[in-house]
């Protein structure tokens, strides 16, 4: 059974960090491009970043460019997102997903929040 | 990195068909057939309920279809159940980047 598990989550003051992790199992995590997507709650979901599958090639939303690193690693089937200089506007539950003909799995998310 | 467009709600009665539209550009929806919908139930994970357009997974009622014309995707779900309740998100591939609609909610009379 596939099954992505997000954590790393919490209560970060504004220009704070966060490392989020992305815990892959029931499949061959190497094989596959990974996304972090994340939505505020009662919002629509926003596109925040990709990793190929051998972790080249990342990509960022325009919003996070320069603030965030998604990066990966294969021997621990682990999806990593390093968030820095935090805003509020990054609050949101934070989702990681695996891309194969589209989203197919998603994990349950984890909520940040960042606030003084 | 403009969101797509989605309308904010539709609604239907149950044995009805609903089409949901998901407006982009010549950048995203217009230039690569991978537009994807996700079904989204309160407090839960997205769901993947159609990928490139108009493929549907496995597990999937083929009461959910997509279609593509131009710069825009739809989706169409007839038959509505009580269960189809939820927000729908429109999403499409854009090169390096990814982008989404702002959600639809569905709302089953």
Redesign the interface.
């Known amino acids: 059974e596939v099954q992505l598990v997000e954590s790393g989550g919490g209560l970060v003051q504004p220009g704070g960090s966060l490392r989020l992790s992305c815990a892959a199992s029931g499949f061959t995590f190497s094989s596959y491009r990974m996304?972090w997507?994340r939505q505020v709650p009662g919002?629509?979901?926003?596109?925040v970043s990709?990793i190929n599958s051998d972790g080249s090639?990342p990509?960022y939303?325009?919003s996070v460019k320069g603030r965030f690193t998604i990066s990966r690693d294969n021997a621990r089937n682990t999806l990593f997102l390093q968030m820095d200089s935090l805003r509020a506007e990054d609050t949101a539950v934070y989702?990681c997903a695996r891309d194969y003909?589209?989203?197919?799995y998603?994990?349950?998310?984890t909520l940040v929040t960042v606030s003084s | 990195?403009s969101?797509l467009t989605q309308p904010r709600s539709v609604s239907g009665s149950p044995g009805q068909s609903v089409t949901i539209s998901c407006t982009g550009t010549s950048s995203d929806i217009g230039g690569y057939d991978y537009v994807?919908w996700?079904q989204?139930h309160p407090g839960k994970?997205?769901?993947?309920v159609?990928?490139?357009v108009d493929?549907r997974?496995s597990g999937v009622p083929d009461r959910f279809s997509g279609s593509k014309s131009g710069n825009t995707a739809s989706l169409t779900i007839s038959g509505l159940q009580a269960e189809d309740e939820a927000d729908y998100?429109c999403?499409s591939y854009a090169g390096?980047?990814?982008?989404?609609?702002?959600?639809t909610k569905l709302t089953v009379l």
Request: hydrophobic share 30%; net charge positive; glycine share 18%.
């Open positions: 996304h997507v919002k629509g979901l926003v596109w990709r090639s990509s939303a325009d989702y003909q589209g989203l197919a998603w994990g349950q998310g | 990195q969101a994807s996700y989204q994970a997205p769901k993947l159609i990928y490139d493929k997974p998100h999403s390096y980047y990814g982008v989404f609609g702002g959600g």
